[in-house]
């Protein structure tokens, strides 16, 4: 999955969890991007099993697109976390580079980076 993908993934995830639903605009708003933008990652997104349209055109995601989002978003707030300790910077400044790293790191930094969060805090 393209890191645009997963970026629209936990974005709804999040949204969820701060609004109880989540509309197109809603995404674009939080994600700084047009709503046509989002229109094409919702159909990308759709047929690749990870949301679907609920009443109202509410966007859902299904077990699958809620188990991936919530990878991310669990990968990020670990990096957040980690970052911070390590650098004692503030978390907006640890959040945003954990954003950028989340991308790209593998599990096994992942697993490594929470043995490390796990021993140390």
Same mark, same amino acid.
């Given at each position: 999955?393209? =890191?645009?993908?997963?970026?629209?993934?936990?974005? $709804?995830?999040?949204?969820? $969890?701060?609004?109880?639903?989540?509309?197109?605009?809603?995404?674009?708003?939080?994600?700084?991007?047009?709503?046509?933008?989002?229109?094409?990652?919702?159909?990308?997104? =759709?047929?690749?099993?990870?949301? =679907?349209?609920?009443?109202?055109?509410?966007?859902?995601?299904?077990?699958?697109?809620?188990?991936?989002?919530?990878? $991310?978003?669990?990968?990020?707030?670990?990096?957040?976390?980690?970052?911070?300790?390590?650098?004692?910077?503030?978390?907006?400044?640890?959040?945003?580079?954990?954003?950028?790293?989340?991308?790209?790191?593998?599990?096994?930094?992942?697993?490594? $980076?929470?043995?490390?969060?796990?021993?140390?805090?």
């Amino acid at each position: 999955m393209y =890191e645009s993908g997963e970026d629209y993934l936990e974005a $709804i995830l999040r949204l969820q $969890i701060e609004n109880g639903f989540v509309r197109s605009v809603d995404v674009a708003n939080k994600l700084g991007v047009s709503r046509p933008s989002v229109s094409r990652a919702m159909g990308l997104l =759709e047929k690749d099993g990870f949301v =679907e349209f609920g009443m109202g055109n509410m966007l859902k995601l299904t077990e699958k697109g809620k188990s991936k989002a919530e990878d $991310i978003y669990n990968r990020h707030k670990l990096l957040t976390v980690f970052l911070q300790k390590i650098t004692g910077l503030s978390e907006d400044q640890c959040e945003e580079n954990a954003c950028r790293v989340e991308h790209q790191v593998d599990a096994d930094v992942v697993a490594g $980076i929470q043995k490390w969060v796990d021993e140390n805090s």
